[in-house]
């Protein structure tokens, strides 16, 4: 880590509350990883109609008919998809991008706290393109979050991070509030994946006390992808 990623690791810690190198109570990093896990969905068969291999599939997210009106370009998911870790979020921003202005470099200074660049996660949205109003119907949401099913069974992730609530009830079936702080089996076409919800960063932006929440379930995720 050369001193500009370490200077954005100790500003996460900073702004979430981290002032001391040993906690109240001792964690126990060697400890088997047998934490109690949710399994939400038995099976998870391939959606007949998309491509079967990554390389296809990301080609046909340019183009593919959404089940609902879109307005905006649309985003490719980027970074390395063998990094082992994935990042969900719901849609792009308004300004185009991943994350609202303030919350893009936060998101950045949350992943380096883990030990993760951009260069070493795969991130991709549960849909490509950002409807009118930035919600889903049920019926739209369940159709993305079979595509996502699929797209994640291709990339076979040993984690998987879901920001915000829009992708923890498609995928986990309940808001972050009701679904973080433990790992949940999410079963894709490609097998099961160890999924995690927590906040959106442009929450944590605006509402600060929410860092240490977010900083107990990034605990959870470095655990799981430690060597």
């Known amino acids: ?34 934490a109690p896990t949710a399994t939400i969905s038995p099976e998870a068969a391939p959606v007949p109609d998309l491509p079967d291999t990554l390389d296809a599939f990301q080609l046909w997210l340019r183009t593919a008919a959404l089940p ?14 063998f990094s082992g870790l994935m990042v969900m979020t719901d849609m792009p921003a308004p300004n185009g991008g991943w994350f609202e202005a303030e919350a893009d470099p936060l998101f950045d200074r949350m992943m380096t706290a883990i030990g993760r660049g951009r260069d070493r996660l795969y991130l991709a949205s549960l849909s490509p393109a950002r409807s009118p109003q930035m919600r889903l119907e049920p019926v ?17 992730p040993r984690a998987l991070l879901l920001f915000g609530d829009m992708c923890a009830q498609a995928l986990l079936g309940g808001s972050v509030a009701r679904t973080r702080g433990r790992w949940h089996a999410l079963e894709t076409p490609g097998g099961s994946v160890r999924t995690l919800a927590t906040i959106r960063p442009e ?14 379930d990034l605990q959870l995720l470095m655990e799981e992808l430690a060597p």
């Open 1 to 34: 880590m050369n001193a500009q990623l370490a200077a954005s690791a100790l500003a996460w810690w900073s702004e979430a509350g981290v002032d001391t190198l040993v906690a109240e109570e001792p964690r126990n990093w060697l400890r088997p990883k047998t």
């Open 68 to 81: 609902f009106p879109t307005i905006g370009s649309r985003l490719d998911p980027t970074g390395d998809p």
């Open 140 to 156: 739209s949401a369940q159709r993305l979050a079979d595509i996502a099913r699929h797209h994640i069974g291709l990339v076979r």
């Open 203 to 216: 929450q944590v932006a605006r509402q600060p006390s929410y860092r240490k929440i977010v900083w107990e």
